[in-house]
Protein backbone atom coordinates (compact mmCIF):
# COMPACT_ATOMS: atom_id res chain seq x y z
CA UNK A 1 0.00 0.00 0.00
CA UNK A 2 2.87 2.32 1.15
CA UNK A 3 4.58 1.52 -2.64
CA UNK A 4 1.51 2.25 -4.54
CA UNK A 5 0.82 5.81 -2.27
CA UNK A 6 4.44 6.92 -3.24
CA UNK A 7 3.89 5.36 -6.94
CA UNK A 8 0.81 7.30 -7.04
CA UNK A 9 2.42 10.65 -5.44
CA UNK A 10 5.41 10.43 -7.76
CA UNK A 11 2.87 10.32 -10.84
CA UNK A 12 1.52 13.00 -9.68
CA UNK A 13 4.57 15.18 -8.63
CA UNK A 14 5.14 14.00 -12.71
CA UNK A 15 2.34 15.66 -14.34
CA UNK A 16 2.64 18.50 -12.04
CA UNK A 17 5.90 19.19 -13.60
CA UNK A 18 5.00 18.59 -16.97
CA UNK A 19 1.92 21.07 -16.91
CA UNK A 20 4.42 23.61 -14.97
CA UNK A 21 7.17 23.50 -17.49
CA UNK A 22 4.03 24.79 -19.98
CA UNK A 23 3.33 27.66 -18.14
CA UNK A 24 4.35 30.87 -20.18
CA UNK A 25 4.97 34.32 -18.93
CA UNK A 26 2.47 36.68 -19.03
CA UNK A 27 2.88 40.06 -21.10
CA UNK A 28 2.28 42.53 -18.61
CA UNK A 29 3.12 46.09 -20.57
CA UNK A 30 -0.18 48.24 -20.98
CA UNK A 31 -2.18 45.75 -20.16
CA UNK A 32 -4.84 46.67 -17.24
CA UNK A 33 -4.61 44.34 -13.62
CA UNK A 34 -6.82 43.99 -11.07
CA UNK A 35 -5.64 43.22 -7.47
CA UNK A 36 -8.55 42.17 -4.64
CA UNK A 37 -7.10 41.88 -1.23
CA UNK A 38 -4.68 44.17 -2.61
CA UNK A 39 -4.08 45.76 1.01
CA UNK A 40 -1.96 41.99 2.19
CA UNK A 41 1.55 42.49 2.52
CA UNK A 42 2.35 40.19 -0.22
CA UNK A 43 -0.67 41.32 -2.57
CA UNK A 44 1.07 45.11 -1.64
CA UNK A 45 4.24 44.48 -3.04
CA UNK A 46 3.11 41.88 -6.15
CA UNK A 47 0.33 44.66 -7.25
CA UNK A 48 4.09 47.55 -6.99
CA UNK A 49 5.99 45.19 -9.35
CA UNK A 50 3.49 44.66 -11.94
CA UNK A 51 2.95 48.17 -11.83
CA UNK A 52 6.68 48.41 -12.01
CA UNK A 53 6.70 46.27 -15.26
CA UNK A 54 4.64 48.41 -17.11
CA UNK A 55 0.73 47.64 -16.46
CA UNK A 56 -2.19 49.71 -15.18
CA UNK A 57 -3.15 48.39 -11.81
CA UNK A 58 -6.11 49.07 -9.74
CA UNK A 59 -6.77 47.48 -6.60
CA UNK A 60 -9.59 46.51 -3.65
CA UNK A 61 -10.04 46.00 0.00
CA UNK A 62 -12.19 45.21 2.61
CA UNK A 63 -10.78 48.03 5.00
CA UNK A 64 -8.61 50.31 4.79
CA UNK A 65 -5.02 50.37 6.47
CA UNK A 66 -1.24 52.01 6.28
CA UNK A 67 -0.46 49.03 3.52
CA UNK A 68 -2.76 51.07 1.38
CA UNK A 69 -0.87 54.41 1.50
CA UNK A 70 2.38 53.22 -0.48
CA UNK A 71 -0.33 52.09 -3.32
CA UNK A 72 -2.12 55.67 -3.90
CA UNK A 73 1.30 57.22 -3.31
CA UNK A 74 2.56 55.10 -6.77
CA UNK A 75 -0.58 55.85 -8.32
CA UNK A 76 -2.60 52.57 -7.77
CA UNK A 77 -6.39 53.45 -7.18
CA UNK A 78 -7.47 51.58 -4.58
CA UNK A 79 -10.92 51.01 -3.21
CA UNK A 80 -11.91 50.13 0.14
CA UNK A 81 -15.32 48.42 -1.29
CA UNK A 82 -15.53 45.18 -2.71
CA UNK A 83 -18.47 44.69 -5.29
CA UNK A 84 -19.54 43.44 -8.75
CA UNK A 85 -19.25 47.14 -9.74
CA UNK A 86 -15.75 47.66 -8.03
CA UNK A 87 -13.98 45.63 -10.93
CA UNK A 88 -12.92 48.31 -13.63
CA UNK A 89 -15.01 48.91 -16.62
CA UNK A 90 -11.53 48.14 -18.49
CA UNK A 91 -9.83 45.03 -17.42
CA UNK A 92 -7.88 42.71 -18.62
CA UNK A 93 -6.75 40.78 -15.87
CA UNK A 94 -7.46 39.45 -12.08
CA UNK A 95 -5.24 38.94 -9.30
CA UNK A 96 -6.94 37.47 -5.92
CA UNK A 97 -4.99 37.04 -2.55
CA UNK A 98 -5.07 33.06 -1.04
CA UNK A 99 -8.06 35.00 1.10
CA UNK A 100 -10.11 36.02 -1.44
CA UNK A 101 -13.15 33.15 -1.86
CA UNK A 102 -14.66 32.05 -5.33
CA UNK A 103 -18.15 33.16 -4.08
CA UNK A 104 -16.64 36.89 -3.99
CA UNK A 105 -18.56 39.33 -5.90
CA UNK A 106 -15.15 40.63 -7.94
CA UNK A 107 -14.30 36.99 -8.66
CA UNK A 108 -18.02 36.49 -10.02
CA UNK A 109 -18.09 39.60 -11.76
CA UNK A 110 -14.67 38.66 -13.46
CA UNK A 111 -15.78 35.13 -14.67
CA UNK A 112 -18.91 36.75 -16.42
CA UNK A 113 -16.74 39.24 -17.94
CA UNK A 114 -14.72 36.63 -19.24
CA UNK A 115 -11.58 37.93 -17.12
CA UNK A 116 -8.67 35.89 -16.58
CA UNK A 117 -8.64 35.25 -12.85
CA UNK A 118 -5.12 34.19 -11.21
CA UNK A 119 -4.56 33.52 -7.71
CA UNK A 120 -1.25 35.63 -6.05
CA UNK A 121 1.07 32.05 -5.81
CA UNK A 122 0.17 32.19 -9.48
CA UNK A 123 0.83 35.71 -11.14
CA UNK A 124 4.26 35.39 -8.50
CA UNK A 125 5.46 32.28 -10.67
CA UNK A 126 4.75 33.80 -13.87
CA UNK A 127 6.67 36.60 -12.66
CA UNK A 128 9.65 33.88 -11.97
CA UNK A 129 9.34 33.31 -15.88
CA UNK A 130 12.55 34.63 -17.36
CA UNK A 131 14.14 35.11 -14.07
CA UNK A 132 16.38 33.16 -11.77
CA UNK A 133 13.94 32.91 -9.09
CA UNK A 134 14.74 32.01 -5.50
CA UNK A 135 12.36 30.42 -3.62
CA UNK A 136 12.68 30.11 0.49
CA UNK A 137 10.27 27.54 1.74
CA UNK A 138 9.40 26.05 5.36
CA UNK A 139 7.33 26.01 8.17
CA UNK A 140 9.46 29.05 10.32
CA UNK A 141 11.45 31.49 9.11
CA UNK A 142 10.44 32.94 5.55
CA UNK A 143 10.10 36.06 6.00
CA UNK A 144 13.44 36.45 7.83
CA UNK A 145 15.34 34.64 5.61
CA UNK A 146 13.54 36.28 2.49
CA UNK A 147 14.56 39.34 4.01
CA UNK A 148 18.22 38.56 5.00
CA UNK A 149 18.95 37.29 1.43
CA UNK A 150 17.53 40.22 -0.19
CA UNK A 151 19.29 42.59 1.83
CA UNK A 152 22.53 40.67 1.30
CA UNK A 153 21.94 40.68 -2.27
CA UNK A 154 21.30 44.66 -2.23
CA UNK A 155 24.46 45.35 -0.54
CA UNK A 156 26.99 43.12 -2.51
CA UNK A 157 25.42 45.24 -5.29
CA UNK A 158 23.08 42.42 -6.87
CA UNK A 159 20.01 44.08 -7.32
CA UNK A 160 17.33 41.80 -6.68
CA UNK A 161 13.78 41.98 -7.18
CA UNK A 162 11.79 40.73 -4.01
CA UNK A 163 8.63 40.03 -2.65
CA UNK A 164 8.23 39.49 1.56
CA UNK A 165 5.39 38.79 3.33
CA UNK A 166 6.23 41.53 5.85
CA UNK A 167 7.69 44.81 6.08
CA UNK A 168 11.72 45.30 6.07
CA UNK A 169 12.78 48.89 6.21
CA UNK A 170 15.97 48.10 4.83
CA UNK A 171 14.73 46.59 1.62
CA UNK A 172 11.80 49.52 1.09
CA UNK A 173 8.84 47.43 2.96
CA UNK A 174 7.60 44.57 1.35
CA UNK A 175 8.69 44.98 -2.16
CA UNK A 176 11.48 45.48 -4.51
CA UNK A 177 11.49 45.50 -8.20
CA UNK A 178 15.54 45.44 -8.89
CA UNK A 179 17.53 45.38 -12.48
CA UNK A 180 19.28 42.36 -14.29
CA UNK A 181 22.76 42.32 -12.54
CA UNK A 182 23.82 39.44 -11.48
CA UNK A 183 26.60 37.03 -11.10
CA UNK A 184 27.74 33.50 -9.69
CA UNK A 185 26.14 30.86 -11.37
CA UNK A 186 23.39 33.24 -12.48
CA UNK A 187 21.22 32.13 -15.63
CA UNK A 188 18.69 34.15 -16.42
CA UNK A 189 17.48 37.36 -16.22
CA UNK A 190 17.53 39.55 -12.80
CA UNK A 191 16.73 37.66 -9.59
CA UNK A 192 13.63 37.27 -8.23
CA UNK A 193 13.73 36.41 -4.06
CA UNK A 194 10.44 35.21 -2.64
CA UNK A 195 8.60 33.45 0.00
CA UNK A 196 6.72 30.57 -0.87
CA UNK A 197 4.32 29.58 0.94
CA UNK A 198 3.16 26.36 2.20
CA UNK A 199 -0.23 26.95 2.45
CA UNK A 200 -3.06 25.89 0.23
CA UNK A 201 -0.25 24.39 -1.85
CA UNK A 202 0.73 27.89 -3.44
CA UNK A 203 3.80 27.26 -3.46
CA UNK A 204 3.45 24.36 -5.92
CA UNK A 205 2.45 27.74 -8.51
CA UNK A 206 6.32 29.10 -8.65
CA UNK A 207 8.91 28.82 -10.95
CA UNK A 208 12.04 28.58 -8.97
CA UNK A 209 15.68 27.80 -10.16
CA UNK A 210 16.88 27.23 -6.56
CA UNK A 211 15.25 27.12 -3.19
CA UNK A 212 15.89 27.11 0.38
CA UNK A 213 13.56 24.50 2.71
CA UNK A 214 14.06 26.11 5.79
CA UNK A 215 12.21 23.69 7.95
CA UNK A 216 9.01 21.36 7.61
CA UNK A 217 6.23 20.64 10.49
CA UNK A 218 2.65 19.84 11.46
CA UNK A 219 1.02 23.56 10.41
CA UNK A 220 -2.78 24.33 7.86
CA UNK A 221 -4.00 21.65 9.43
CA UNK A 222 -7.34 22.91 8.43
CA UNK A 223 -6.21 22.29 4.77
CA UNK A 224 -3.48 19.43 5.76
CA UNK A 225 -4.73 15.89 6.85
CA UNK A 226 -1.37 15.54 8.60
CA UNK A 227 2.55 16.01 8.42
CA UNK A 228 2.41 12.99 5.90
CA UNK A 229 0.38 15.46 3.41
CA UNK A 230 2.59 18.18 4.17
CA UNK A 231 5.80 16.35 3.77
CA UNK A 232 4.06 15.65 0.32
CA UNK A 233 3.68 18.94 -0.66
CA UNK A 234 6.78 20.18 -0.06
CA UNK A 235 8.22 16.93 -2.03
CA UNK A 236 6.04 18.50 -4.95
CA UNK A 237 7.68 21.56 -4.47
CA UNK A 238 11.37 20.72 -4.47
CA UNK A 239 10.54 18.36 -7.46
CA UNK A 240 9.45 21.57 -9.56
CA UNK A 241 13.32 22.56 -9.62
CA UNK A 242 15.05 22.15 -13.08
CA UNK A 243 18.51 20.12 -12.81
CA UNK A 244 20.78 22.69 -12.60
CA UNK A 245 19.29 24.27 -9.56
CA UNK A 246 19.69 24.07 -6.42
CA UNK A 247 18.10 23.10 -3.61
CA UNK A 248 19.29 23.93 -0.01
CA UNK A 249 17.67 22.10 2.86
CA UNK A 250 18.00 21.82 6.57
CA UNK A 251 19.89 18.85 7.54
CA UNK A 252 18.45 17.70 10.91
CA UNK A 253 15.04 18.00 8.63
CA UNK A 254 13.30 14.42 9.52
CA UNK A 255 11.86 14.25 6.51
CA UNK A 256 14.94 15.49 4.01
CA UNK A 257 15.83 12.01 2.82
CA UNK A 258 12.18 11.20 1.68
CA UNK A 259 11.62 15.39 0.02
CA UNK A 260 14.98 14.85 -1.79
CA UNK A 261 15.01 11.45 -2.41
CA UNK A 262 14.07 11.66 -6.07
CA UNK A 263 15.00 15.25 -7.25
CA UNK A 264 16.67 16.04 -10.49
CA UNK A 265 18.46 19.17 -8.89
CA UNK A 266 21.46 19.55 -6.99
CA UNK A 267 20.95 18.65 -2.93
CA UNK A 268 22.64 20.51 -0.52
CA UNK A 269 22.32 20.93 3.07
CA UNK A 270 22.23 23.79 5.99
CA UNK A 271 22.13 22.60 9.71
CA UNK A 272 24.66 22.35 13.16
CA UNK A 273 25.33 19.13 12.58
CA UNK A 274 28.69 18.32 11.92
CA UNK A 275 27.45 16.00 8.72
CA UNK A 276 26.09 19.07 7.06
CA UNK A 277 27.24 20.46 4.01
CA UNK A 278 27.22 23.70 5.45
CA UNK A 279 27.54 23.81 9.18
CA UNK A 280 26.99 26.40 11.47
CA UNK A 281 28.83 27.18 14.82
CA UNK A 282 27.07 29.50 16.94
CA UNK A 283 29.57 31.26 19.96
CA UNK A 284 28.08 33.91 22.55
CA UNK A 285 30.26 36.52 24.39
CA UNK A 286 29.68 37.28 28.13
CA UNK A 287 26.80 39.74 26.49
CA UNK A 288 24.12 37.44 25.26
CA UNK A 289 25.95 38.44 21.63
CA UNK A 290 26.22 35.36 19.06
CA UNK A 291 28.46 34.80 16.46
CA UNK A 292 28.61 32.66 13.74
CA UNK A 293 30.65 30.65 11.82
CA UNK A 294 30.01 29.10 8.49
CA UNK A 295 31.99 26.31 7.66
CA UNK A 296 32.39 24.07 4.47
CA UNK A 297 34.21 20.81 4.16
CA UNK A 298 35.45 21.36 7.45
CA UNK A 299 36.83 25.06 6.41
CA UNK A 300 35.78 28.37 7.92
CA UNK A 301 33.55 30.05 5.30
CA UNK A 302 32.48 33.17 6.63
CA UNK A 303 32.04 34.93 10.24
CA UNK A 304 29.67 37.86 11.32
CA UNK A 305 28.05 39.07 14.42
CA UNK A 306 24.64 37.43 14.71
CA UNK A 307 22.24 41.00 14.16
CA UNK A 308 19.60 39.41 15.73
CA UNK A 309 19.47 36.73 18.63
CA UNK A 310 18.81 33.50 18.63
CA UNK A 311 19.62 29.80 17.07
CA UNK A 312 17.32 30.04 14.60
CA UNK A 313 17.64 33.74 13.86
CA UNK A 314 22.21 32.59 13.27
CA UNK A 315 19.97 29.91 11.04
CA UNK A 316 18.38 31.89 8.31
CA UNK A 317 21.01 34.28 8.40
CA UNK A 318 23.20 30.99 7.15
CA UNK A 319 20.65 30.20 4.78
CA UNK A 320 20.84 33.48 3.19
CA UNK A 321 24.46 33.92 3.13
CA UNK A 322 24.65 30.30 1.56
CA UNK A 323 22.18 31.44 -1.38
CA UNK A 324 23.53 34.94 -1.48
CA UNK A 325 27.24 33.09 -2.32
CA UNK A 326 25.89 30.75 -4.85
CA UNK A 327 24.27 33.97 -6.82
CA UNK A 328 27.86 36.01 -6.92
CA UNK A 329 28.12 37.52 -3.56
CA UNK A 330 31.87 37.54 -2.07
CA UNK A 331 31.89 36.23 1.63
CA UNK A 332 33.09 38.97 3.05
CA UNK A 333 30.96 41.12 1.82
CA UNK A 334 28.26 38.97 2.84
CA UNK A 335 29.42 38.56 6.82
CA UNK A 336 29.43 42.84 6.51
CA UNK A 337 26.00 43.30 4.86
CA UNK A 338 24.36 40.57 7.86
CA UNK A 339 25.75 42.82 10.49
CA UNK A 340 24.01 45.75 9.25
CA UNK A 341 20.29 43.79 8.77
CA UNK A 342 17.72 45.59 11.10
CA UNK A 343 15.20 43.00 11.46
CA UNK A 344 12.22 43.33 9.84
CA UNK A 345 8.18 44.25 11.82
CA UNK A 346 6.88 41.58 14.67
CA UNK A 347 9.93 39.56 14.43
CA UNK A 348 11.37 40.24 18.05
CA UNK A 349 10.90 43.64 17.14
CA UNK A 350 11.80 46.03 19.97
CA UNK A 351 9.29 48.53 20.03
CA UNK A 352 10.09 50.82 23.17
CA UNK A 353 10.95 50.96 27.04
CA UNK A 354 8.98 52.10 29.50
CA UNK A 355 9.32 53.22 33.32
CA UNK A 356 7.13 51.93 36.16
CA UNK A 357 9.34 53.88 38.83
CA UNK A 358 11.87 55.92 39.48
CA UNK A 359 14.43 56.68 36.62
CA UNK A 360 17.15 54.72 38.61
CA UNK A 361 15.22 51.67 38.27
CA UNK A 362 15.28 49.13 35.05
CA UNK A 363 12.94 50.24 32.49
CA UNK A 364 10.60 47.30 31.11
CA UNK A 365 11.26 46.56 27.68
CA UNK A 366 8.72 45.99 24.96
CA UNK A 367 9.20 43.57 21.83
CA UNK A 368 6.62 42.67 19.16
CA UNK A 369 6.67 39.22 17.28
CA UNK A 370 5.07 37.19 14.94
CA UNK A 371 5.12 33.98 16.06
CA UNK A 372 1.97 31.82 15.87
CA UNK A 373 3.34 28.37 15.90
CA UNK A 374 4.41 26.02 19.10
CA UNK A 375 8.45 26.19 17.57
CA UNK A 376 8.17 29.78 16.64
CA UNK A 377 6.86 30.49 20.39
CA UNK A 378 9.20 28.83 21.97
CA UNK A 379 12.27 29.40 20.16
CA UNK A 380 11.94 33.26 20.28
CA UNK A 381 10.74 33.13 24.04
CA UNK A 382 14.18 31.29 24.81
CA UNK A 383 15.88 33.45 22.45
CA UNK A 384 14.51 36.64 23.95
CA UNK A 385 15.05 35.51 27.79
CA UNK A 386 18.48 34.82 27.09
CA UNK A 387 19.52 38.41 24.66
CA UNK A 388 17.71 40.57 27.16
CA UNK A 389 17.54 38.27 30.68
CA UNK A 390 14.91 39.88 32.19
CA UNK A 391 13.81 39.99 35.51
CA UNK A 392 10.53 38.48 34.56
CA UNK A 393 8.73 37.47 30.75
CA UNK A 394 5.75 38.24 30.46
CA UNK A 395 3.95 37.01 27.00
CA UNK A 396 0.52 38.26 25.88
CA UNK A 397 -0.20 35.33 23.19
CA UNK A 398 -2.84 35.61 20.96
CA UNK A 399 -3.67 32.22 19.54
CA UNK A 400 -4.30 32.60 15.56
CA UNK A 401 -6.79 30.29 13.97
CA UNK A 402 -9.10 27.81 15.99
CA UNK A 403 -7.91 25.17 14.18
CA UNK A 404 -4.60 25.81 14.34
CA UNK A 405 -5.14 26.01 17.87
CA UNK A 406 -7.05 22.79 18.54
CA UNK A 407 -4.85 20.68 16.84
CA UNK A 408 -1.37 21.72 18.01
CA UNK A 409 -3.19 22.68 21.69
CA UNK A 410 -0.32 19.72 23.77
CA UNK A 411 2.83 21.60 21.63
CA UNK A 412 1.31 24.96 22.39
CA UNK A 413 0.54 24.14 25.97
CA UNK A 414 4.67 22.93 26.17
CA UNK A 415 5.96 25.94 24.44
CA UNK A 416 5.61 28.79 27.11
CA UNK A 417 8.05 27.20 29.97
CA UNK A 418 10.46 30.04 28.80
CA UNK A 419 7.73 33.22 29.86
CA UNK A 420 7.07 33.79 33.36
CA UNK A 421 3.09 34.78 32.83
CA UNK A 422 1.44 34.55 29.83
CA UNK A 423 -1.93 36.63 28.85
CA UNK A 424 -4.19 34.92 26.22
CA UNK A 425 -6.87 36.48 24.32
CA UNK A 426 -9.58 35.75 22.21
CA UNK A 427 -8.49 33.52 19.32
CA UNK A 428 -7.88 35.08 16.54
CA UNK A 429 -10.80 34.15 14.21
CA UNK A 430 -9.01 33.55 10.72
CA UNK A 431 -10.31 31.10 7.86
CA UNK A 432 -12.27 28.65 9.84
CA UNK A 433 -15.84 27.55 10.14
CA UNK A 434 -18.42 28.65 12.35
CA UNK A 435 -18.64 24.95 13.82
CA UNK A 436 -13.98 24.90 14.21
CA UNK A 437 -14.65 28.25 16.13
CA UNK A 438 -16.56 26.45 18.99
CA UNK A 439 -14.62 23.62 19.70
CA UNK A 440 -12.09 25.81 21.10
CA UNK A 441 -11.46 28.65 22.61
CA UNK A 442 -8.37 30.63 25.02
CA UNK A 443 -9.59 29.35 28.20
CA UNK A 444 -8.64 25.87 27.09
CA UNK A 445 -5.19 26.56 26.29
CA UNK A 446 -4.94 28.80 29.53
CA UNK A 447 -6.30 25.83 31.46
CA UNK A 448 -3.69 23.32 29.90
CA UNK A 449 -0.98 26.16 30.47
CA UNK A 450 -1.98 26.27 34.44
CA UNK A 451 -2.30 22.24 34.63
CA UNK A 452 1.88 22.73 34.00
CA UNK A 453 2.15 25.17 36.49
CA UNK A 454 2.91 28.34 33.88
CA UNK A 455 0.96 31.08 35.61
CA UNK A 456 -1.81 31.94 32.87
CA UNK A 457 -4.91 33.88 32.32
CA UNK A 458 -7.36 34.39 30.09
CA UNK A 459 -8.11 38.49 29.60
CA UNK A 460 -10.48 40.55 27.28
CA UNK A 461 -10.44 42.78 25.50
CA UNK A 462 -7.26 44.41 24.77
CA UNK A 463 -8.14 47.12 26.75
CA UNK A 464 -8.70 45.06 30.21
CA UNK A 465 -4.89 43.59 29.09
CA UNK A 466 -3.04 46.71 28.92
CA UNK A 467 -4.31 47.61 32.19
CA UNK A 468 -3.92 44.39 34.05
CA UNK A 469 -0.31 44.81 32.43
CA UNK A 470 -0.34 48.32 34.28
CA UNK A 471 -0.95 46.35 37.54
CA UNK A 472 1.68 43.89 37.34
CA UNK A 473 4.56 45.26 35.01
CA UNK A 474 7.33 45.46 37.43
CA UNK A 475 11.02 47.40 36.59
CA UNK A 476 13.05 44.47 34.46
CA UNK A 477 10.45 42.92 33.35
CA UNK A 478 10.08 42.38 29.38
CA UNK A 479 6.69 42.27 28.05
CA UNK A 480 6.09 40.57 24.42
CA UNK A 481 3.42 40.60 22.41
CA UNK A 482 3.48 37.15 19.78
CA UNK A 483 0.51 36.11 17.47
CA UNK A 484 0.14 36.98 13.64
CA UNK A 485 -3.32 38.49 14.35
CA UNK A 486 -3.64 42.34 16.11
CA UNK A 487 -2.12 41.71 19.18
CA UNK A 488 0.80 44.23 18.34
CA UNK A 489 -1.59 46.70 19.49
CA UNK A 490 -1.51 45.57 23.25
CA UNK A 491 2.37 46.35 22.85
CA UNK A 492 1.68 50.10 21.21
CA UNK A 493 -1.64 51.09 23.59
CA UNK A 494 0.89 49.99 26.85
CA UNK A 495 4.17 51.77 25.77
CA UNK A 496 1.26 54.91 24.62
CA UNK A 497 -0.34 54.95 28.47
CA UNK A 498 2.93 54.18 30.26
CA UNK A 499 4.14 57.76 28.54
CA UNK A 500 0.62 59.23 28.89
CA UNK A 501 0.81 58.49 32.84
CA UNK A 502 4.07 59.92 33.38
CA UNK A 503 7.16 62.03 32.05
CA UNK A 504 9.60 59.49 32.95
CA UNK A 505 7.72 56.83 31.19
CA UNK A 506 8.71 57.52 27.52
Sequence with gaps: MADTMAHMSM??????????????PIALEGRRVHLVGIGGTGMCGLAQIIAHRGAICTGSDHSDGPTLDPLRCAGIAVQVEQTAATVPRQCDLMVISAAIQPDHPEVIEAHRRGIPVFKYAQMLGRLMLGHTGIAVAGTHGKSSTTSML???????????????????????????SGGNRGGGEQRQGGLLVAEACEYDR???????????????????????????EIVEAF???????????????????????QITGNLRCQVRTIGFAPQA?????????????????????????ARWACPLPGEHMAYNAAAAAVMAHRHGAAWEDIGRALE?????????????????????EAPITVVDDYGHHPTEVDTTLRALRRFWRPGRLICVFQPHQHSRTRFLMDQFAASFSAADIVIIPRIYFVRDSEQERQAVTAGDLVDRLRQRGVMAMHLYPFDAIVEQLQV????????????????WKVAHAFLQAAKTASPLKS
Excluded at 472 to 487: E, F, H, K, N, S
Design 11 to 24: DATAQLADVHESVQ
Design 150 to 176: AHVLIQCGLDPSVIVGAHCPQIGGGWR
Design 202 to 228: SFHHLHPQDAIILNVEADHLDLYRGLD
Design 235 to 257: TTFAALLPPDGLLLIQHECANRL
Design 277 to 301: DWRIELKMDANGRGHTQLHRNGDRV
Design 340 to 360: TFDGLDRRMQRLGQCRVGSPD
Design 472 to 487: IARPGDLLVTMGAGDV
